[in-house]
């Protein structure tokens, strides 16, 4: 099992920042972790994702250049680092984990979070 509690989130100025925090408990040696996002009335999209050794890096195409993903394994923690921010960014933030990186970019992670609301004001 894989408990994973993301933190970070909040309401931000369009072109601001901020860093959310997805923190890891249980059995994650090997899991590659992932970042999706829900904006209100849409589907669950994905954002990020980095193999459990951070050599596989994958990012969405509306994020590219601005959100960088990373990991510190020994603190059992992903980050997901969020810059120039745009209203279309404000949805809710899920962490996900799962043995695959392509499981993870599919969205079909065997963990979740519970999701940190991200909201960003023009």
């Known amino acids: 099992q894989v408990h994973l509690v993301e933190s970070g989130g909040g309401l931000v100025q369009a072109g601001g920042s901020l860093r959310l925090s997805c923190a890891a408990s249980g059995r994650t040696f090997a899991y590659a972790m992932g970042w999706f996002r829900q904006a209100p009335g849409k589907e669950r999209e994905f954002v990020a994702a980095i193999s459990w050794g951070g050599g596989s890096i994958y990012y969405a195409d509306p994020v590219k250049g601005r959100f960088t993903i990373s990991r510190d394994n020994a603190k059992n923690t992903v980050y997901l680092q969020m810059n120039n921010l745009k209203p279309e960014d404000t949805a809710v933030y899920y962490c996900?984990?799962?043995?695959?990186?392509?499981?993870?970019?599919?969205?079909?992670?065997?963990?979740w979070g519970q999701g940190t609301q991200v909201t960003v004001s023009s």
């Open positions: 996900n984990a799962a043995l695959s990186p392509g499981t993870v970019v599919g969205g079909e992670a065997d963990y």
